[in-house]
């Protein structure tokens, strides 16, 4: 037989819909007190009376769907009004999570007042009800959810090419001017006069540096906010480094973002301000020309000064190293390795001493053979100046 207590038809939901809809103030009201203690709503641009008229709209829609055991879909029905509160949240900058609370809030408020409206005599009713109640309510959520969603992807997607225009802006000037940084700094979020790191690469070190960025994603909550900047099959990245200097190569290292600290690349671990960057671009590209093979990561200039140098003047056309294996020449036997191993690990210690230790000689056995290295090329390692050639010439 067919049971009218539970049928759509019910002549008593329809009686208890139809209080609801008379005591929509109440629930307005007790939606906008309970969603206020919301952090992220308290603080946001979103007012009071908003909550508010939203919440009346919001509960006129959810109750005309337990009216009809579902969620309107049409033009002005309850999913469309979702689909437009979801993106005015999305603009008014709410955070995800304080949207789904918010929106939790509905069925427990919905529910409550059904309760209260209700008789002893109603309960197997609302038994039989409350899944339908939390099926309109639940449509309602995911809907609000999903446009909450793709609106933030639009805005994610415009912002970032926003950004990427004015990045280029920046790069495509040698020396930019105070205004372009300034422009730059404030599309960016971030002071044009701060401090900055940079790396740059190409090719497969390039991929893995979008990659890095792209991982990093929600970069502005991050410790690192990492910008990109691509041109003449080259990879930039650049980022904002923290008040708070560090110093010296493990301090450098402290500040590499996590997603590319193993990325070979050439790195400009500090950059005076945003008008200096395209100067530390082309830093870093020069640095990256001079990576090899086992290079574990980003290459600064503090690591590899002496390579910079011996390539310059080769460019140049002055080969120093040419010059020492010319003056070796006359080395006869093992002499030529002995000289060179005790140099290179004169040069690594600066303490003839400790070198003896570690080539398993006595001092003198060292001085005598500094002495020889000099007689044969001239170069008196005792003179930084002279030593520095060397270095430069094996770099």
């Given at each position: 037989m067919h049971n009218l207590e539970t049928s759509g038809h019910n002549p008593r939901w329809a009686e208890l819909v139809?209080?609801?809809?008379?005591?929509?103030?109440?629930?307005?009201?007790?939606?906008?007190?309970?969603?206020?203690?919301?952090?992220?709503?308290?603080?946001?641009?979103?007012?009071?009376?908003?909550?508010?008229?939203?919440?009346?709209?919001?509960?006129?829609?959810?109750?005309?769907?337990?009216?009809?055991?579902?969620?309107?879909?049409?033009?002005?029905?309850?999913?469309?009004?979702?689909?437009?509160?979801?993106?005015?949240?999305?603009?008014?900058?709410?955070?995800?999570?304080?949207?789904?609370?918010?929106?939790?809030?509905?069925?427990?408020?919905?529910?409550?007042?059904?309760?209260?409206?209700?008789?002893?005599?109603?309960?197997?009713?609302?038994?039989?009800?409350?899944?339908?109640?939390?099926?309109?309510?639940?449509?309602?959520?995911?809907?609000?959810?999903?446009?909450?969603?793709?609106?933030?992807?639009?805005?994610?997607?415009?912002?970032?090419?926003?950004?990427?225009?004015?990045?280029?802006?920046?790069?495509?000037?040698?020396?930019?001017?105070?205004?372009?940084?300034?422009?730059?700094?404030?599309?960016?979020g971030i002071n044009p006069e701060s401090r900055f790191a940079l790396v740059a690469a190409s090719g497969e070190p390039g991929a893995r540096l979008r990659a890095g960025v792209s991982h990093f994603g929600s970069g502005q909550q991050a410790r690192h906010r990492l910008f990109l900047h691509e041109s003449g099959g080259n990879t930039y990245v650049f980022w904002p480094l923290p008040a708070v200097r560090t110093r010296g190569r493990q301090g450098a290292e402290q500040q590499l973002p996590a997603a590319i600290s193993d990325v070979p690349c050439g790195y400009v671990p500090e950059v005076l301000g945003l008008r200096a960057l395209p100067a530390a671009a082309r830093t870093a590209e020069s640095l990256a020309a001079l990576l090899r093979p086992r290079d574990p990561g980003p290459l600064s200039a503090?690591?590899?000064?002496?390579?910079?140098?011996?390539?310059?003047?080769?460019?140049?056309?002055?080969?120093?190293?040419?010059?020492v294996e010319e003056a070796l020449t006359e080395c006869k036997g093992g002499e030529r390795e002995r000289l060179l191993e005790t140099v290179r690990n004169f040069l690594a210690t600066g303490n003839v001493t400790l070198t003896a230790e570690q080539l398993f000689c006595h001092r003198n056995t060292i001085l005598n053979r500094l002495n020889r290295f000099q007689e044969l090329t001239g170069i008196d390692l005792a003179v930084p100046a002279k030593a520095a050639r060397l270095v430069v010439a094996w770099a």
């Open positions: 139809d209080l609801l809809e008379g005591r929509l103030d109440g629930l307005a009201q007790a939606f906008t007190t309970r969603v206020r203690e919301i952090p992220e709503y308290g603080e946001s641009q979103v007012t009071v009376q908003e909550i508010r008229e939203t919440a009346m709209e919001t509960f006129r829609r959810l109750i005309r769907g337990l009216r009809h055991g579902q969620a309107d879909d049409g033009r002005d029905g309850l999913l469309a009004f979702a689909s437009d509160l979801g993106s005015k949240r999305a603009r008014a900058g709410i955070p995800p999570e304080s949207l789904t609370s918010a929106v939790r809030l509905d069925f427990s408020i919905l529910w409550a007042e059904l309760l209260e409206i209700a008789t002893l005599e109603d309960a197997a009713l609302l038994t039989s009800r409350v899944d339908q109640v939390w099926r309109v309510v639940d449509e309602f959520a995911t809907r609000t959810h999903t446009s909450y969603l793709t609106e933030r992807t639009r805005m994610a997607q415009e912002e970032s090419s926003i950004q990427r225009e004015f990045i280029a802006r920046l790069f495509n000037q040698s020396t930019p001017s105070l205004e372009t940084s300034v422009q730059v700094g404030s599309a960016l503090d690591a590899a000064w002496a390579r910079l140098a011996r390539q310059n003047l080769q460019d140049a056309g002055l080969d120093l190293a040419a010059e």
